[in-house]
């Protein structure tokens, strides 16, 4: 199998930012390795053994230890489960799925059985989000809610204009290596009034620089696929993000979902945790929802 990372020493700066990542949350955490059809699959346990179970699926070319770390007071009060997706940066096999097919919705529901659980709250975050919508076409009786949070895999943006306002500086990055054109190439993630943080930044840097990376998001489930997933759902989309446009999302959502509850964030980029006020007002309604 070849490796997602460019040499050994990549792998090893990826493992080693995972491990500070994880330090940083600052909290107790178990790891766990579960077996599913695709490969061994890495789970950071975090929280009250008698809590109730979540399982949260992080941003894609990311760390699991990264996306909790921007998320994890959503849902603190639980027993929380974060699988390293596999193929992607952390501690899972590195074998790449595609993301055309339901292959993601076979793999975690493989991980959720393997932890013990019938069924599971489901959060996906981003690519995460799309893995969830693969669960719940494949799975849906192993979802009992799931909330999604800037989700692909529902109504992606054009290839094109993604060439356009990332694809373009990046490619001026690699040939001039300026720093200007960095910051540009993933500045359209966020919103005109909001800055990309340095922990962001730093995970975008280490992965752009040490991993192969993945651009396919998982592809938008079809209607007929996703027709027997009946779970209360609870959505937040971005009206500005560039990768998963906002109002389409939830347009296509509100159509092929039948138990959802949507939330356009107003004035919001991809990186919808870049604002503290947002966070407490996501915060509010993820814990109506979960208290339902």
């Not at 799975?139 to 306002?165: C, E, F, H, T």
Request: include cysteine; proline fraction near 4%.
């Amino acid at each position: 199998m070849m490796s997602i990372y460019k040499s050994i020493e990549s792998e090893k700066m990826i493992l080693d930012l995972y491990d500070s990542q994880v330090r940083g949350l600052r909290i107790d955490y178990e790891e766990l390795y579960v077996n599913t059809r695709y490969g061994e699959t890495h789970v950071l346990k975090i929280g009250n053994p008698d809590a109730k179970p979540v399982i949260f699926f992080h941003g894609g070319n990311s760390t699991s230890a990264f996306s909790l770390s921007k998320n994890l007071h959503l849902f603190k009060d639980y027993l929380v489960h974060a699988p390293s997706t596999i193929g992607h940066p952390g501690k899972s096999v590195q074998k790449v799925l595609s993301s055309s097919t339901l292959e993601y919705g076979e793999w975690a529901s493989d991980v959720i059985e393997s932890l013990g659980y019938k069924e599971m709250i489901c959060i996906g975050e981003s690519f995460g989000g799309g893995i969830l919508t693969k669960l719940m076409c494949t799975s849906p009786d192993r979802i009992s809610k799931s909330i999604l949070l800037v989700p692909a895999g529902i109504s992606n943006a054009s290839k094109y204009k993604l060439m356009l306002s990332m694809g373009i500086p990046m490619l001026l990055y690699l040939i001039t290596k300026k720093e200007e054109w960095f910051k540009r190439a993933f500045l359209p993630m966020a919103t005109l009034n909001e800055s990309i943080d340095h922990e962001t930044l730093q995970m975008i840097r280490t992965t752009f620089h040490h991993v192969k990376v993945n651009p396919n998001m998982p592809t938008n489930v079809k209607a007929n696929e996703i027709r027997n997933y009946t779970s209360p759902t609870l959505l937040f989309a971005g009206e500005n993000d560039v990768l998963f446009p906002g109002e389409k999302v939830i347009k296509r959502a509100k159509d092929i979902i039948p138990n959802v509850e949507a939330h356009l964030l107003r004035k919001c980029g991809h990186l919808y945790f870049s604002s503290e006020e947002r966070m407490k007002y996501i915060k509010q309604i993820v814990n109506d929802f979960l208290s339902k």
